[in-house]
C-alpha cells in the first residue's frame, strides 16, 4: 500500500495487476526523494522517486460469466424452439393420416400388412405411436451419430464457428417444415435438425473450456437450469398457438439464437489449445460411437491413470444402470403424449398443461431435495427414485381417471430429478482429474444412445401389445438397475458433477 498525504493508495499488486520488471531511472544519490504526488501515483507512475512509467494495461479477455450468459440464452431459445413440437406430435400425425398424405398412406399400408402377416388385428390407433417412436429415433440415432464428430471437428477448428453451422442447419430445419406441409418435408426436416443438433454437447464443451472451475460449475448450472425452462415453457407456448403457426415460431427462435451467438459468442478454444488434425479427434471419437466400446469405458480404460480394476468395473456397472435406465425412461416418456391424447383425449392445450406440470414438479423437487444430497448420499437416493417408478408407470398405464395420472406423473417427475443427477455426481467421481471430461463424455453418449433406442422399442411393444401391457414391462425392467445398485458403494472421495 502506499501512504501520500495522508490517503493510503493501493499498489498495482494490491489491484492485481501484474507488470514486468523494468529498468528504473532512480537517482543514485543519498537524497530523500521529494514526496510523491498522489496524482502522479494515481496516472500510474512508481512511487519512491522512480520516473519508470508503467505500461498500459492489457485488453482482458471476455469476462466468463458473460459467456455463461450468453450460452444459457442460446440454448434457451434452441430448446424452446425444439419442444414446442412436443405437445403437438399426436395430433399432428393423426391430421396426416386424416389428409391421405402419399408418404403417411404408404407408411399406414405397410404396418397394416406387417400386422396382418403376424395375425395381429390392425389398431390404426395405434400406428401413429409406432410412428412417432420412429420419429423421435431417427432424430436421436443421428444426433449419437454426429454430435461427438461435431466435437471433434471443433476440437480442430474452435468451438463458434461449428456453433454457428449447427445452428445454421437448425433454422433451414425449421424453415423446411414451416414452408411445406406434407408429411415427407416434416421428416426432411427431423432428419435435417437431427444432423445439425449438436449444439448441446458444443454448449456443454464452450462451458468446459472456462479457466475457473467456479465458473465451469455456473455454466453447468445454467445449463440444467436452460433445460428446465425449455422443457417446462416450450410444450406450453406450443399448445397455445394454432399448430400452422408454431413452425414459424419455432423458426423465429432459431434464427434469432443465430444472430445473438453471431453477435456475442466468442471463441473459447484458443489456436494453441486446439488439436493439431481432425483425424485425431475423429479417432477418438470412435469410441463415442460403439455401443460395446461405451459400455466398457474404452476410452477410459486406455486413457492415462486408469481407474483402478475394481473401480474401473463399479465406473462400468454406474454406465449400464444409466443406460438400462435412459433406455426405459425416454421409451415411456415418448409414449405418454400418446397415451394422454388417445385415453383421455387431451387436447394439445392440455398436453402443454401436462409437461407444464412435469417440468414445474421437476424444477421444485431439484431445487428443495435433490441439490441437498449429501456426498456419499446419492446411490441411495437413486435406488429410492427407481422404485418409485414402479408404482408411477402402473398407475400411469393402468389409470383410467385424472386423479391416477396425476399422482403417476408426480412420482415420474419425483424419479426424473434424482436419478441423472445423482448418477452423474457418483460417476465424476471416478477418473484422475484429466479424465474428468473422457469419463462425462462417455457417459453422455451412453444416454444419447439409450434416448435413440427407448422409443423405438417401446412405441413397438406399445403397438403390438397396448399401453397397460408396454407400462407394466417396462416398469418390471426398472428393477433391473435397482438390483444392480444393490452392493455399490460410491468411490472414496466423491466429486459433485459441474
Not at 459467456?67 to 440464452?73: D, H, S
Not at 443438433?197 to 437450469?225: E, Q
Request: proline content about 8%; charged content about 10%.
Amino acid at each position: 500500500m502506499l501512504v501520500a498525504g495522508g490517503l493510503v493508495f493501493p499498489s498495482d499488486r494490491h489491484l492485481g495487476l501484474e507488470y514486468p520488471e523494468v529498468p528504473s531511472c532512480r537517482p543514485t544519490t543519498l537524497t530523500p526523494p521529494p514526496r510523491p504526488d498522489p496524482s502522479v501515483l494515481i496516472m500510474g507512475w512508481g512511487g519512491g522517486g522512480s520516473c519508470t512509467p508503467r505500461p498500459p494495461i492489457r485488453q482482458q479477455p471476455t469476462p466468463e460469466s458473460r459467456v455463461v450468459t450468453v450460452v444459457f440464452l442460446g440454448l434457451l431459445l434452441d430448446l424452446l424452439a425444439f419442444t414446442l413440437l412436443l405437445p403437438l406430435l399426436p395430433g399432428l400425425l393423426e391430421s396426416r393420416g386424416q389428409a391421405r398424405d402419399p408418404l403417411y398412406g404408404s407408411w399406414q399400408r405397410g404396418v397394416d400388412w406387417f400386422a396382418a402377416a403376424i395375425g395381429m388385428p390392425a389398431e390404426k390407433r395405434y400406428n401413429s405411436v409406432l410412428f412417432g417412436g420412429v420419429i423421435g429415433s431417427v432424430f436421436s440415432v443421428l444426433q449419437f451419430l454426429t454430435a461427438p464428430l461435431t466435437g471433434a471437428v471443433s476440437d480442430c477448428l474452435g468451438r463458434r464457428p461449428m456453433m454457428l453451422l449447427s445452428l445454421a442447419g437448425l433454422a433451414t430445419s425449421y424453415a423446411l417444415w414451416a414452408a411445406s406441409e406434407s408429411f415427407a418435408a416434416f421428416l426432411a426436416s427431423r432428419v435435417i435438425g437431427g444432423i445439425s443438433k449438436g449444439n448441446v454437447s458444443l454448449s456443454t464443451a464452450i462451458v468446459a473450456d472456462l479457466g475457473s472451475p467456479p465458473a465451469r460449475s455456473r455454466g453447468m448450472a445454467a445449463i440444467g437450469v436452460a433445460f428446465s425452462l425449455g422443457f417446462t415453457l416450450g410444450p406450453m407456448l406450443g399448445a397455445s398457438l394454432p399448430v400452422d403457426m408454431v413452425p414459424w415460431l419455432a423458426l423465429l427462435f432459431a434464427v434469432s439464437d443465430l444472430l445473438f451467438l453471431f453477435c456475442f459468442l466468442p471463441e473459447t478454444l484458443p489456436p494453441e489449445k486446439r488439436a493439431p488434425s481432425v483425424t485425431l479427434g475423429f479417432r477418438a471419437a470412435a469410441d463415442l460411437l460403439s455401443p460395446l466400446a461405451l459400455l466398457r469405458f474404452s476410452a477410459v480404460a486406455r486413457g492415462q491413470d486408469p481407474p483402478s480394476g475394481d473401480r474401473l468395473g463399479h465406473l462400468r456397472r454406474l454406465g449400464l444402470v444409466y443406460f438400462l435406465y435412459l433406455f426405459l425412461f425416454s421409451g415411456l416418456e415418448y409414449t405418454l403424449s400418446f397415451l394422454a391424447h388417445q385415453r383421455f383425449q387431451f387436447s394439445s392445450l392440455q398436453q402443454g398443461k401436462m409437461f407444464f406440470f412435469i417440468g414445474l414438479t421437476m424444477a421444485t423437487i431439484q431445487g428443495a431435495y435433490s441439490r441437498r444430497i449429501s456426498p456419499g448420499g446419492e446411490i441411495a437416493a437413486v435406488k429410492r427414485a427407481i422404485l418409485l417408478l414402479v408404482p408411477a408407470f402402473l398407475l400411469i398405464g393402468w389409470g383410467r381417471t385424472l386423479p391416477a395420472l396425476g399422482l403417476g406423473l408426480l412420482l415420474y417427475s419425483f424419479a426424473a430429478a434424482v436419478v441423472v443427477p445423482c448418477l452423474s455426481s457418483v460417476v465424476a467421481g471416478y477418473g484422475s482429474p484429466q479424465q474428468k471430461g473422457t469419463v462425462m463424455g462417455t457417459l453422455r453418449s451412453l444416454g444419447a444412445l439409450a434416448r435413440a433406442l427407448g422409443p423405438m422399442v417401446a412405441a413397438s411393444v406399445y403397438w403390438l401389445a397396448g399401453a397397460p401391457a408396454c407400462f407394466t414391462v417396462c416398469a418390471g425392467l426398472f428393477l433391473l438397475p435397482f438390483l444392480l445398485l444393490r452392493d455399490l458403494r460410491p468411490p472414496a472421495h466423491t466429486l459433485k458433477a459441474e
